[in-house]
Every structure is written in C-alpha cells, then in structure tokens.
C-alpha cells in the first residue's frame, strides 16, 4: 500500500524506518519530513495542517493510509477532514477524530473523561477569568507544590510545578490574565502534585480493541541527575526494570481497559495511538495526561523493541482484526539518547553542519535518527533544539547506554550537548 506520514521530526524519521521495513508498504511519502526520512521514502514540502494540500496529495500519490505524527493535525480535525470528504473517505487515517483527540488538546475534557470512567488520577479544579478570584482562593488553600496546567495545547510548555502558593498565584495571574499560552491558557486546571516515577504506555485501538505496543521512561530535564528545565525529553529506556507484569496488569486494569472502554462507549471515532502518561505512586498507576498519538523521543525507543510488523498492525485498527494480532518484542534492551543544541531548552543557534551520521549509524546495534535537520547545500545542519537521537540495543541496559554515548562521540555540530546519564537509576 502506500502510505503518507505526517510530520517532520525524530518520531516522525523512527516511524519512516519501521514502516519502511514492511512488505506491505509500497510506496512512502512524508509531508514534510527531514533528512533522515527522505532514506525511507520521498518527502513532500507540505505543512502539518495544510489539509488541502495533503488531500491533493494523498489524490496524486494514490495513497491508502495517512499516519499522523504530531498532534496539532489531530486536534485540528485532520481525521474529520479525510473521513467527510468522499474523495479520500476510503483512506485508512490512522488518528482519532476531533472529538476524541479533545483527550489531548484539553486537560479539562480529558479530566472529566477519567472522572466519568473511575480512572486514577490527580484530584484537580479548573478556572477561567469568570471565577478566577475562586480559582486564587483554591490555590490559596492548596497543598503544596501545586501543578498548573494550561488547558490547550502549548507546545509542551504549559505545565507549571509551584513550589509556593505566591509562585502559584503569579503563574496563574500570567496564564488567566495575561494570556501567558494565548488561547491554550483561557482555561487553567489546577492539581495536585503526584510524587513518583513517570513513565509512559503505548497502545494502539479501533476504537473498542487496543494492543499494547510498547512502555518507556522519558528524561525530561536538560541536567543530569535530572536537574534544571524540562525539555521535550532528552532520552528514553525500553523496557524500564520496574515495569513488571504485576505492574502492568495495574495498568492495563485499571487504566487501558476502561480508557479504551469509554471511548467505545462515549460513541468516539478513534483509530489509533494512545499515549498514558502515567506516574508511578509506590507501585500504583495514576494518570498524569493522554496523548493521542506517539511520543517523542520514545518513538525512537519503542519501535526498534517492537517486533511486530508496525504496517499490519496498522491495517488491523482498521479492517477489524487488531484483537487477533499477537505482539512480539526483541527480547534486547534499548536505550535513545538526545543530542540538542547548546542553549537549548532556551535560545540556540540553528545551520551548523552535522558530521558523523553515517559513522554513527555504521555500528552494531546502533540507529540515528534525525529530528531538528534540514538539507543545506548538500550537507545536514542543525534545524531545531532537539537534533538527532541515537538509539542502541544492548543485552542490558547499561550496554545499551553504553553504545548509545559510543555513537554519539562520532557525532559533532557546534554546541552539541547531550546526557551523559541516560537510565542512571537503574545502573
């Protein structure tokens, strides 16, 4: 079949290399791409949320299935967009529709949704300008720290940790009042602060059946010994050690069967990826968010571990046979460390040139994928803060970290920074 993925980044160049592989992939296109996609398939200059351009392409190109990456497509109603148009309602869009993608684009929405379901999850309120004064009275007599949350979308900044209730009331004045997130922060939700490990669960559903696919733990903070900003993620191990069978039947309990439960029951249209974040409280699962696609770095992870043919399973969500695909795992441990630009999470440079992909990727056990690059007079230079991620495979953790940082030392672009301690826990 042929087959449109949407998106540009280092998730995006992971699902190119994983779908590539499979035999039922014909022909493969990536709007827009990047360097590292264009090796699988052939990039199309095409924005994420120009849905009149993709349907032209997708018309062109003959395609069958559009893989969504990102989740502004998602929230913006890419799959209402191809399903209501007769021109392209046969295709197999694999994303939910607007509706159930408010799991992600609103904290409230997706709030509410465990609250109806009995899903375990930080007890919280939500507050606009029109009882903002109630919303500094709750904050006023909240234990601390206390979570903010822009309620939309805001390119993963718009989470705020107050250790103090005078830093809680700013941060709020700043969202409500200022409109600190714009339009993603005209609604606040205000939690409590779950204390634990954060991990993350994928699974793939048509709506009614899911398939686990996959589990990791991200690192969210530039420093090591995971200090300093939060960024987009710096790295990511695959299969965490704690993540046991006891552990996950929690999950899938408790969490994956009534998530995927209620949107079957809500009469929701959703075909495919769901993130949990979860935390883990002394053993016990709670939900921090839902995503409604992959995540990013932990694509790069979960897909080299998955052993099922990515393609099919996609096929399943949509031709009814997704509770009778058998899912298999490399029985190796994989580890991805990000390499990003100095400066990052805050200001950085872009267009300095990348040398070492190509000896990177030509050892054992070792992939590279591209996330913030682009093609300059015929070389690879840095295009974003999160640059490239290289994932490794290894009979234990420590190995796989191990060559990870081996493929990284032949890696080199000005200001190239990455951790050093990616999985320190478990050494």
Not at 13 to 28: E, I
Not at 56 to 66: L, S, T
Not at 124 to 138: I, P, R, S
Not at 178 to 190: D, L, R, Y
Request: charged fraction near 20%.
């Amino acid at each position: 079949m042929n087959i449109l993925l949407i998106g540009a980044g280092g998730r995006e160049h992971a699902l190119a290399w994983k779908m590539a592989k499979s035999h039922q992939c014909d022909q493969l296109y990536i709007a827009p791409g990047n360097p590292g996609t264009a090796m699988f398939g052939t990039n199309l200059q095409i924005a994420i949320t120009d849905f009149e351009a993709l349907k032209q392409a997708a018309i062109e190109h003959v395609i069958d299935m559009i893989v969504v990456g990102p989740e502004d497509p998602l929230v913006k109603g890419i799959y209402d967009f191809f399903s209501m148009d007769p021109l392209t309602a046969h295709i197999n869009v694999i994303g939910p529709s607007t509706q159930a993608a408010q799991l992600e684009g609103s904290k409230a929405f997706s709030k509410h949704f465990m609250q109806r379901h009995q899903i375990p999850t930080a007890s919280y309120a939500e507050f606009t300008l029109e009882n903002y004064e109630q919303g500094k009275q709750y904050i006023a007599q909240h234990p601390l720290p206390i979570v903010l949350k822009a309620d939309g979308l805001a390119a993963g900044k718009g989470v705020i940790i107050a250790l103090t209730h005078s830093e809680a009331l700013d941060s709020f004045a700043e969202m409500i009042l200022n409109k600190q997130f714009g339009e993603a922060s005209t609604k606040v939700v205000i939690e409590a602060f779950l204390t634990g490990i954060e991990v993350s669960v994928f699974a793939l559903t048509d709506g009614k059946h899911y398939q686990i696919i996959g589990h990791a733990k991200d690192y969210k903070r530039i420093g090591e010994g995971d200090t300093g900003l939060n960024t987009g993620g710096m790295g990511c191990v695959s299969p965490v050690p704690f993540m046991d069978e006891v552990f996950m039947k929690k999950v899938e309990d408790r969490i994956i069967k009534p998530t995927i439960n209620g949107i079957h029951k809500e009469g929701m249209e959703y075909k495919g990826f769901v993130f949990f974040g979860l935390m883990n409280q002394g053993g016990e699962p709670f939900v921090i968010e839902y995503n409604c696609r992959l995540g990013d770095p932990e694509t790069e992870v979960i897909l080299p571990r998955l052993q099922t043919d990515l393609v099919s399973l996609l096929a399943a969500a949509d031709n009814g046979t997704l509770e009778d695909v058998n899912i298999e795992y490399h029985t190796a441990h994989f580890a991805t460390v990000m390499a990003v630009s100095g400066g990052y999470p805050g200001s950085y440079k872009n267009n300095f040139v990348i040398s070492g992909i190509d000896q990177a990727q030509a050892l054992p056990d070792i992939d590279v994928f591209q996330a913030g690059t682009r093609f300059q007079d015929n070389e690879i230079v840095t295009n974003g803060g999160r640059v490239l991620a290289v994932t490794a495979q290894g009979s234990h953790l420590q190995e796989a970290v191990l060559k990870a940082k081996n493929g990284l030392s032949l890696i080199h672009f000005n200001g190239m920074y990455f951790r050093n301690d990616i999985g320190f826990e478990f050494s």
